[in-house]
T-cell receptor, first 113, second 111 residues
Framework: QQQVKQSPQSLIVQKGGISIINCAYE??????FPWYQQFPGKGPALLIA?????SEKKEGRFTISFNKSAKQFSLHIMDSQPGDSATYFC????????????FGKGTKLSVIP | ETGVTQSPTHLIKTRGQQVTLRCSSQ?????VSWYQQALGQGPQFIFQ???????GRGNFPPRFSGLQFPNYSSELNVNALELDDSALYLC??????????FGSGTRLTVV
């Protein structure tokens, strides 16, 4: 049972454009929603995370929007740069630190000049 | 502050063999988790250790086992390797209340 559905599978964006990746979750016990960025040959690196008590969180060019009633959340990358080209994973967890992460299948982002 | 380090980086094993993968947690982190990432997929949770005890396990058979040592380093052991075990194995460490830090992984190929 896939508990976190992520779309699209791949995304091509022009430099300076906005990249949008969407995720939907099923497990209502999830209380922590991180986004990870992964470059080839590397492990996932935490990008930004949100808890369901807020509807939006912004860190630099990265913004998470969260809709608790729809059980959906999304990552927006503003002013996308070629260096942002990577695979992005959303995840859900019942909490931080001592809880397993359930990941989506990932979105491969390519930012073209 | 050192990050999470894993060894080896790459490994080739024959079907039926056993393998041990190693992980050194980030300083100050008391929880370690292992994930399996198949090509083109998201990481899947294998199990987690806290204070040397397994305190969570994903949908993986018993031939996947682990250890956490007093210095919070960890091992993942896989017995009777199958071709489908070929994947990137990721170690992640954390401390209570914080997010996870992942290592760069061990790429295991079973032939």
């Amino acid at each position: 049972q896939q508990q976190v559905k992520q779309s699209p599978q791949s995304l091509i964006v022009q430099k300076g454009g906005i990249s949008i990746i969407n995720c939907a979750y099923e497990n209502t016990a999830f209380d922590y929603f991180p986004w990870y960025q992964q470059f080839p040959g590397k492990g996932p690196a935490l990008l930004i995370a949100i808890r369901p008590d807020v509807s939006e969180k912004k860190e630099g060019r990265f913004t998470i929007s969260f809709n608790k009633s729809a059980k959906q959340f999304s990552l927006h990358i503003m002013d996308s740069q070629p260096g942002d080209s990577a695979t992005y994973f959303c995840a859900g967890s019942p909490g931080t630190g001592s809880y397993q992460l359930t990941f989506g299948k990932g979105t491969k982002l390519s930012v073209i000049p | 502050e050192t990050g999470v380090t894993q060894s080896p980086t790459h490994l080739i094993k024959t079907r039926g063999q056993q393998v041990t993968l190693r992980c050194s947690s980030q300083s100050g982190h008391n929880t370690v988790s292992w994930y399996q990432q198949a090509l083109g997929q998201g990481p899947q949770f294998i199990f987690q250790y806290y204070r040397e005890e397994e305190n969570g396990r994903g949908n993986f058979p018993p031939r996947f086992s682990g250890l956490q040592f007093p210095n919070y380093s960890s091992e993942l052991n896989v017995n009777a390797l199958e071709l489908d075990d070929s994947a990137l194995y990721l170690c992640a460490s954390s401390r209570t209340g914080d997010g996870y830090t992942f290592g760069s992984g061990t790429r295991l190929t079973v032939v």
